[in-house]
């Protein structure tokens, strides 16, 4: 799995900024990305925006080198 941790509410605006950043960098490193991105939200709703912690996942699989 690659994951791209930030803080901050959970617009969809946000979360799509943080989607395209870690789609960027597992791409920029070789891998290839496997099914679709998943939204991990780890605090109640009641925390403040700038406390929570929010991660954007995607499965991955690890470049092939030819022999």
Do not use: C, D
Request: charged share 20%.
């Amino acid at each position: 799995m690659a994951a791209r941790q930030y803080a901050g509410g959970w617009s969809e605006a946000a979360y799509r900024k943080q989607e395209a950043q870690l789609l960027a960098a597992v791409r920029q490193a070789g891998y290839q990305t496997l099914g679709e991105p998943i939204y991990a939200r780890y605090n109640s709703p009641f925390s403040l925006p700038f406390l929570r912690r929010n991660e954007v996942l995607i499965a991955v699989e690890a470049p092939t080198t030819a022999s």
